[in-house]
Protein backbone atom coordinates (compact mmCIF):
# COMPACT_ATOMS: atom_id res chain seq x y z
CA UNK A 1 0.00 0.00 0.00
CA UNK A 2 1.46 3.59 -0.84
CA UNK A 3 1.85 6.15 1.92
CA UNK A 4 0.71 9.75 0.72
CA UNK A 5 1.99 12.27 2.47
CA UNK A 6 2.59 16.40 1.70
CA UNK A 7 3.97 19.72 2.97
CA UNK A 8 3.40 23.11 2.24
CA UNK A 9 6.08 25.46 1.32
CA UNK A 10 6.16 29.70 0.77
CA UNK A 11 9.84 29.89 -0.49
CA UNK A 12 11.01 33.63 -1.33
CA UNK A 13 12.58 34.72 -4.35
CA UNK A 14 15.97 36.18 -4.11
CA UNK A 15 14.68 39.23 -6.44
CA UNK A 16 10.82 40.33 -6.85
CA UNK A 17 9.65 38.35 -9.69
CA UNK A 18 7.63 40.35 -11.96
CA UNK A 19 5.98 39.38 -15.81
CA UNK A 20 3.29 40.33 -18.28
CA UNK A 21 0.70 38.62 -15.23
CA UNK A 22 2.08 40.14 -11.86
CA UNK A 23 4.95 40.35 -9.26
CA UNK A 24 5.54 37.98 -6.60
CA UNK A 25 8.41 37.76 -4.02
CA UNK A 26 7.46 34.11 -2.67
CA UNK A 27 6.16 31.40 -4.51
CA UNK A 28 3.93 28.40 -2.76
CA UNK A 29 4.33 25.10 -2.96
CA UNK A 30 3.62 21.88 -2.41
CA UNK A 31 6.18 18.63 -2.50
CA UNK A 32 4.45 15.82 -1.97
CA UNK A 33 5.49 12.27 -1.72
CA UNK A 34 4.56 8.56 -2.66
CA UNK A 35 6.12 6.53 -0.40
CA UNK A 36 5.93 1.98 -0.35
CA UNK A 37 8.51 0.16 2.10
CA UNK A 38 11.43 1.72 2.14
CA UNK A 39 11.51 3.83 -1.08
CA UNK A 40 9.85 7.04 -1.61
CA UNK A 41 9.15 8.87 -4.68
CA UNK A 42 8.84 12.50 -4.91
CA UNK A 43 6.42 15.28 -6.48
CA UNK A 44 6.02 18.88 -6.90
CA UNK A 45 2.66 21.58 -7.28
CA UNK A 46 3.51 25.29 -7.44
CA UNK A 47 0.78 27.89 -6.97
CA UNK A 48 0.06 29.92 -10.31
CA UNK A 49 -2.55 32.31 -10.40
CA UNK A 50 -2.96 32.47 -14.22
CA UNK A 51 -3.46 28.49 -14.28
CA UNK A 52 -6.06 28.88 -11.24
CA UNK A 53 -3.93 26.18 -9.71
CA UNK A 54 -4.60 26.42 -6.35
CA UNK A 55 -2.49 24.99 -3.19
CA UNK A 56 -5.82 25.01 -0.90
CA UNK A 57 -7.88 22.90 -3.51
CA UNK A 58 -4.99 20.61 -4.36
CA UNK A 59 -4.84 19.97 -0.05
CA UNK A 60 -8.38 19.49 -0.28
CA UNK A 61 -8.44 16.88 -3.36
CA UNK A 62 -5.65 14.90 -1.59
CA UNK A 63 -7.96 14.51 1.38
CA UNK A 64 -10.63 13.40 -0.30
CA UNK A 65 -9.21 10.60 -2.48
CA UNK A 66 -6.14 9.49 0.20
CA UNK A 67 -7.76 6.11 0.45
CA UNK A 68 -7.96 5.85 -3.21
CA UNK A 69 -5.03 6.78 -3.72
CA UNK A 70 -2.94 5.15 -1.52
CA UNK A 71 -4.66 1.40 -2.31
CA UNK A 72 -3.94 1.98 -5.68
CA UNK A 73 -1.80 -1.09 -7.01
CA UNK A 74 1.16 0.67 -8.83
CA UNK A 75 2.35 -1.55 -11.61
CA UNK A 76 3.53 1.39 -14.17
CA UNK A 77 3.78 5.04 -14.16
CA UNK A 78 1.77 5.29 -17.52
CA UNK A 79 -1.03 3.45 -15.93
CA UNK A 80 -0.38 5.16 -12.60
CA UNK A 81 -1.18 8.74 -14.74
CA UNK A 82 -4.60 7.21 -16.78
CA UNK A 83 -5.95 6.41 -13.24
CA UNK A 84 -5.07 9.90 -11.97
CA UNK A 85 -6.16 11.32 -15.15
CA UNK A 86 -9.40 10.03 -14.01
CA UNK A 87 -9.74 10.63 -10.96
CA UNK A 88 -8.85 14.49 -10.87
CA UNK A 89 -10.00 15.73 -13.55
CA UNK A 90 -9.41 19.20 -14.86
CA UNK A 91 -6.13 18.98 -12.42
CA UNK A 92 -2.91 19.09 -14.43
CA UNK A 93 -0.65 20.59 -11.52
CA UNK A 94 -2.01 17.96 -8.85
CA UNK A 95 -1.50 15.30 -11.47
CA UNK A 96 1.82 15.92 -12.37
CA UNK A 97 3.11 16.31 -8.66
CA UNK A 98 1.88 12.58 -8.44
CA UNK A 99 2.67 11.46 -11.39
CA UNK A 100 6.12 12.66 -10.59
CA UNK A 101 6.77 10.99 -7.43
CA UNK A 102 5.10 7.72 -9.39
CA UNK A 103 7.98 8.03 -11.57
CA UNK A 104 10.17 7.94 -8.97
CA UNK A 105 9.21 5.60 -7.15
CA UNK A 106 9.00 3.00 -10.34
CA UNK A 107 12.65 4.20 -11.22
CA UNK A 108 13.47 3.27 -7.67
CA UNK A 109 11.95 -0.10 -7.57
CA UNK A 110 13.63 -1.21 -11.23
CA UNK A 111 17.09 -0.11 -9.24
CA UNK A 112 17.53 2.61 -12.13
CA UNK A 113 17.72 6.33 -12.45
CA UNK A 114 15.06 8.07 -14.08
CA UNK A 115 16.19 9.25 -17.41
CA UNK A 116 17.52 5.34 -17.90
CA UNK A 117 14.07 4.18 -16.93
CA UNK A 118 12.80 6.29 -20.62
CA UNK A 119 15.35 5.04 -22.37
CA UNK A 120 17.95 7.97 -22.20
CA UNK A 121 21.29 8.71 -21.47
CA UNK A 122 22.71 11.34 -19.66
CA UNK A 123 24.12 13.09 -22.77
CA UNK A 124 24.01 16.08 -24.84
CA UNK A 125 22.46 18.10 -22.06
CA UNK A 126 21.81 22.24 -22.96
CA UNK A 127 23.11 24.70 -20.51
CA UNK A 128 19.88 26.49 -18.64
CA UNK A 129 19.06 30.15 -18.96
CA UNK A 130 18.55 32.33 -15.89
CA UNK A 131 15.45 34.73 -15.96
CA UNK A 132 15.92 38.31 -15.73
CA UNK A 133 11.68 39.53 -14.68
CA UNK A 134 10.90 42.90 -15.74
CA UNK A 135 12.76 45.20 -14.42
CA UNK A 136 14.32 48.97 -15.08
CA UNK A 137 17.38 49.17 -17.28
CA UNK A 138 19.68 50.15 -14.30
CA UNK A 139 18.44 47.11 -12.62
CA UNK A 140 18.80 44.90 -15.39
CA UNK A 141 23.14 45.80 -15.70
CA UNK A 142 23.04 44.71 -12.13
CA UNK A 143 21.65 41.64 -12.06
CA UNK A 144 24.02 40.57 -15.05
CA UNK A 145 26.77 41.79 -13.01
CA UNK A 146 25.62 39.71 -9.71
CA UNK A 147 24.64 36.70 -11.83
CA UNK A 148 27.06 36.05 -14.70
CA UNK A 149 25.45 33.25 -16.95
CA UNK A 150 25.73 32.28 -20.74
CA UNK A 151 22.33 32.31 -21.62
CA UNK A 152 19.65 34.57 -20.21
CA UNK A 153 15.52 34.95 -20.33
CA UNK A 154 14.35 38.43 -20.23
CA UNK A 155 11.17 38.54 -19.87
CA UNK A 156 9.09 41.28 -21.95
CA UNK A 157 5.61 42.65 -21.84
CA UNK A 158 6.05 45.66 -18.92
CA UNK A 159 5.85 48.48 -21.72
CA UNK A 160 9.83 49.32 -21.98
CA UNK A 161 10.44 46.19 -23.74
CA UNK A 162 13.49 47.39 -26.16
CA UNK A 163 15.16 49.77 -23.17
CA UNK A 164 15.54 46.18 -21.36
CA UNK A 165 16.86 44.72 -24.32
CA UNK A 166 18.89 46.86 -25.29
CA UNK A 167 20.64 47.62 -21.20
CA UNK A 168 20.54 43.76 -21.19
CA UNK A 169 22.45 43.49 -24.56
CA UNK A 170 24.95 46.09 -23.50
CA UNK A 171 25.94 44.32 -20.07
CA UNK A 172 26.59 41.05 -21.75
CA UNK A 173 27.53 39.35 -24.66
CA UNK A 174 25.99 36.07 -23.77
CA UNK A 175 23.12 34.21 -25.65
CA UNK A 176 19.28 35.92 -25.36
CA UNK A 177 15.60 34.86 -24.97
CA UNK A 178 12.87 37.23 -24.48
CA UNK A 179 9.54 35.60 -23.09
CA UNK A 180 6.69 37.98 -23.72
CA UNK A 181 4.02 35.62 -22.14
CA UNK A 182 1.21 36.87 -24.32
CA UNK A 183 1.75 40.32 -23.54
CA UNK A 184 1.86 41.78 -27.32
CA UNK A 185 -0.09 42.50 -30.00
CA UNK A 186 1.04 41.56 -33.44
CA UNK A 187 1.55 45.36 -34.48
CA UNK A 188 4.09 45.46 -31.14
CA UNK A 189 5.38 42.65 -32.22
CA UNK A 190 6.13 43.91 -35.81
CA UNK A 191 7.55 46.89 -34.47
CA UNK A 192 9.96 45.22 -32.28
CA UNK A 193 11.07 42.82 -34.75
CA UNK A 194 13.88 44.41 -35.88
CA UNK A 195 15.62 45.80 -33.26
CA UNK A 196 15.44 41.72 -31.48
CA UNK A 197 17.21 40.81 -34.85
CA UNK A 198 19.71 43.60 -34.51
CA UNK A 199 20.25 42.54 -31.07
CA UNK A 200 20.76 38.90 -32.06
CA UNK A 201 18.16 37.38 -29.79
CA UNK A 202 18.01 33.32 -29.90
CA UNK A 203 14.10 32.86 -29.60
CA UNK A 204 11.09 34.71 -28.71
CA UNK A 205 8.91 32.48 -26.13
CA UNK A 206 4.67 33.44 -26.28
CA UNK A 207 5.01 36.78 -28.06
CA UNK A 208 1.71 36.56 -28.59
CA UNK A 209 -2.05 35.80 -26.98
CA UNK A 210 -2.19 31.64 -26.83
CA UNK A 211 -5.56 32.42 -29.21
CA UNK A 212 -4.06 34.66 -31.40
CA UNK A 213 -3.92 31.76 -34.49
CA UNK A 214 -3.79 34.27 -37.34
CA UNK A 215 -1.85 36.99 -35.93
CA UNK A 216 0.64 33.90 -35.28
CA UNK A 217 0.55 33.09 -39.31
CA UNK A 218 1.40 36.69 -40.01
CA UNK A 219 4.22 37.05 -37.23
CA UNK A 220 6.16 33.58 -38.58
CA UNK A 221 6.65 35.37 -41.72
CA UNK A 222 8.47 38.05 -40.84
CA UNK A 223 10.56 36.65 -38.66
CA UNK A 224 13.95 33.86 -38.77
CA UNK A 225 13.90 34.46 -34.67
CA UNK A 226 12.24 30.77 -33.46
CA UNK A 227 9.20 31.53 -31.97
CA UNK A 228 8.66 28.90 -29.25
CA UNK A 229 4.93 28.20 -28.05
CA UNK A 230 3.93 28.42 -23.85
CA UNK A 231 0.89 29.65 -22.85
CA UNK A 232 -1.00 28.13 -26.21
CA UNK A 233 0.71 24.26 -25.65
CA UNK A 234 -0.55 23.59 -22.40
CA UNK A 235 -1.46 19.88 -23.04
CA UNK A 236 -0.97 17.25 -25.19
CA UNK A 237 -3.93 17.95 -27.60
CA UNK A 238 -2.29 21.74 -28.30
CA UNK A 239 0.38 19.67 -29.56
CA UNK A 240 -0.64 19.50 -33.38
CA UNK A 241 -1.92 23.18 -33.99
CA UNK A 242 0.75 24.57 -31.98
CA UNK A 243 3.09 22.80 -34.22
CA UNK A 244 2.02 24.79 -37.25
CA UNK A 245 1.86 27.87 -35.87
CA UNK A 246 5.21 28.32 -34.03
CA UNK A 247 9.19 26.33 -34.22
CA UNK A 248 8.73 24.85 -31.19
CA UNK A 249 7.20 24.33 -27.84
CA UNK A 250 7.68 24.49 -24.36
CA UNK A 251 6.90 21.47 -22.68
CA UNK A 252 6.21 21.72 -18.45
CA UNK A 253 5.63 19.21 -16.29
CA UNK A 254 2.62 21.21 -14.29
CA UNK A 255 0.78 22.48 -17.91
CA UNK A 256 0.30 19.07 -19.35
CA UNK A 257 -0.14 17.00 -16.29
CA UNK A 258 3.03 14.98 -15.73
CA UNK A 259 5.68 13.19 -17.36
CA UNK A 260 3.69 10.63 -18.70
CA UNK A 261 2.19 13.20 -21.48
CA UNK A 262 5.25 15.53 -21.64
CA UNK A 263 7.03 12.37 -23.77
CA UNK A 264 4.32 11.71 -25.84
CA UNK A 265 4.38 15.71 -26.65
CA UNK A 266 8.47 15.60 -27.40
CA UNK A 267 7.76 12.72 -29.43
CA UNK A 268 5.56 14.67 -31.43
CA UNK A 269 7.77 17.45 -31.76
CA UNK A 270 10.53 15.52 -32.73
CA UNK A 271 8.56 13.69 -35.80
CA UNK A 272 7.66 17.26 -36.91
CA UNK A 273 11.44 18.67 -36.57
CA UNK A 274 10.41 21.53 -34.39
CA UNK A 275 12.38 22.43 -31.39
CA UNK A 276 11.97 21.32 -27.88
CA UNK A 277 12.63 23.59 -24.36
CA UNK A 278 11.84 22.28 -21.03
CA UNK A 279 10.93 24.75 -18.59
CA UNK A 280 9.12 24.94 -15.22
CA UNK A 281 6.40 26.84 -13.05
CA UNK A 282 9.49 28.24 -11.02
CA UNK A 283 9.23 24.87 -9.01
CA UNK A 284 12.24 24.35 -6.22
CA UNK A 285 14.75 21.44 -6.98
CA UNK A 286 12.46 18.82 -6.17
CA UNK A 287 10.13 19.58 -9.55
CA UNK A 288 13.54 20.91 -11.22
CA UNK A 289 15.14 17.39 -10.63
CA UNK A 290 12.71 15.71 -12.13
CA UNK A 291 12.38 17.72 -15.23
CA UNK A 292 16.29 17.72 -15.54
CA UNK A 293 16.11 13.79 -16.53
CA UNK A 294 14.23 15.01 -19.62
CA UNK A 295 17.15 17.17 -20.43
CA UNK A 296 18.62 14.53 -23.24
CA UNK A 297 15.91 15.41 -25.22
CA UNK A 298 15.99 19.25 -25.22
CA UNK A 299 17.26 21.69 -27.48
CA UNK A 300 16.66 24.50 -24.98
CA UNK A 301 16.36 24.58 -21.19
CA UNK A 302 14.62 26.62 -19.13
CA UNK A 303 15.24 24.95 -15.70
CA UNK A 304 15.98 27.94 -13.74
CA UNK A 305 13.08 27.80 -10.58
CA UNK A 306 16.11 26.54 -7.99
CA UNK A 307 18.45 29.73 -8.79
CA UNK A 308 16.12 31.99 -9.03
CA UNK A 309 14.28 31.38 -5.30
CA UNK A 310 16.12 32.46 -1.92
CA UNK A 311 15.58 29.32 -0.25
CA UNK A 312 14.66 25.61 -1.99
CA UNK A 313 13.02 22.62 -0.76
CA UNK A 314 14.94 19.60 -1.53
CA UNK A 315 18.40 18.49 -2.59
CA UNK A 316 18.94 17.13 -6.24
CA UNK A 317 20.21 18.58 -9.41
CA UNK A 318 22.93 20.47 -9.30
CA UNK A 319 24.34 23.57 -10.90
CA UNK A 320 27.69 24.37 -12.03
CA UNK A 321 26.87 27.78 -13.80
CA UNK A 322 24.15 27.08 -16.40
CA UNK A 323 25.40 23.44 -16.37
CA UNK A 324 22.78 20.94 -14.64
CA UNK A 325 24.18 17.32 -13.38
CA UNK A 326 22.20 14.82 -11.43
CA UNK A 327 23.78 12.71 -8.11
CA UNK A 328 25.73 9.98 -9.05
CA UNK A 329 25.07 6.60 -8.45
CA UNK A 330 21.08 7.19 -7.77
CA UNK A 331 18.14 5.34 -8.53
CA UNK A 332 15.02 7.61 -9.57
CA UNK A 333 15.12 11.28 -9.68
CA UNK A 334 17.61 11.13 -6.66
CA UNK A 335 15.80 13.69 -4.69
CA UNK A 336 16.27 14.13 -0.68
CA UNK A 337 14.62 15.76 1.17
Not at 8 to 17: K, N, Q, S
Not at 185 to 198: F, G, T, W
Request: proline share 6%; glycine share 8%; with cysteine.
Amino acid sequence: MLQLTYRRYDLPFEYPFAIAKGTKTHQPTLVLSLGLGRLTGYGEATEIGYYNARLDEMIVLLEKNRSTIEHYALNGPERFWHFLHHLLPGQPFLIAALDMAGWDLWAQLNRRPLYAMIGLQWKNIPPTDYTIGINEPAEIRQRVAEKPYPVYKLKMGGGHDLQALEALRGATDARIRIDANEAWSLDEARLLLPELERLDVELIEQPLHRDDKEGMIALKQLTHIPLIADEACREEKDVPSCLELYDGINIKLAKCGGLTPALNMIRAAKQARKKVMLGGMCESNVGATVLAHLLPLADYADIDGPLLLKENAGRGLIYDGASISLPAGQTGTGIFM
